[in-house]
């Protein structure tokens, strides 16, 4: 039964992240609201959703390791594994704002992280800082949009725009919500048994199974952006959920409950954080494009870091 509640979970997360995703980006249009802060807020929000959902009933239940090794795994697997395997579909492009503002932006967040961790807990006073940087971050953004306010307008398609319905918009952001819900309830409950009938550690499932899972939602978006040659934000939106899940996922979370943190992910899992961040760094500035090859790098390097977790 455990696996049948892991799997459906899985799954009930991918639907609904794309239920909400498709209904918000609906409405949106629909007011016409520009695509680049569609892409850059809805989008992205509702990616990280399923991360967010977990992390917080991780943490309500007592399952402080599924909580933080879920956000761990995720940042890892975001920008190894799924940009990997994205690059080495189709090179991706790097925009020169990515690499020297975005990038920066979530190293400074992935360091703050290490910092707040030292003490084994993310205090509520840190989530706030978290929340309060994510904020401020977003603040930019739309500053920064609203500087190309004329050349973001252009991408709004008109058509597209009066052929939205806004009532079944709601009903897919209701479906949405009630997914992620369930979803985050049920592949909780499946990876929690599953860890205890195996003697697995909580922290190893959350690592893998569970970061995977929720990492699901931006390996299906990069993959198939890539398939249809439109990998030009690709690098972008996942440095962009990199920055929500520390921000936004554990500064929410510890602003509910307090985040006791292990000594795995102290003295060992945190380094892979922050050496995957800081790798991609150079793979990304060298001619501005992340060919196959430095894709395959980055695949390989997720497998040596799963090989590590659970050896």
Known sequence: ????????????????????????????LKFKIPTLVIGMTIVSFGTSAPELLVSLKAALDGH????????????????????????????????????????????????????FIIDNSIQWYEGLIFVLGLIAFNIYMFRSIAKKKDEVELDVDEDE?????????????????????????????GAVTIASDFGVSEHVIAVT??????SVPELITSVVAAI?????????????????????????????????VSLQVVNNDIFWVLAISFLVLPLMIINYKINRVRGFLLFVSYGVYIYFVVS
């Open 64 to 115: 402080p390791e599924l909580s933080i090794g879920n956000v761990v795994g995720s940042n890892v697997a975001n920008i190894a594994l799924v940009l990997g395997l994205t690059a080495m579909i189709l090179p991706i492009a790097v925009k020169r704002s990515t690499a020297k503002i975005d990038w920066s932006i979530m190293m400074a967040a992935t360091i703050l992280f290490y910092i």
């Open 209 to 214: 199974i569970v970061a995977f899972g929720t």
């Open 161 to 189: 725009a009066g052929k939205q319905n806004i009532f079944v918009q709601i009903l897919f952001i209701i479906i949405g919500c009630v997914g992620l819900a369930y979803g985050a309830s049920w592949l909780l409950d």
């Open 1 to 28: 039964m455990e696996y049948v509640l892991l799997i459906g979970g899985l799954i009930t997360l991918i639907i609904a992240g794309e239920a909400l995703v498709r209904g918000a980006v609906g409405i949106a």
């Open 228 to 260: 249809k040659k439109e990998t030009d934000i690709s690098v972008g939106n996942l440095i962009g959920s990199n920055i929500f899940n520390i921000l936004g996922v554990l500064g929410i979370t510890s602003l509910v409950k307090e985040i006791p």
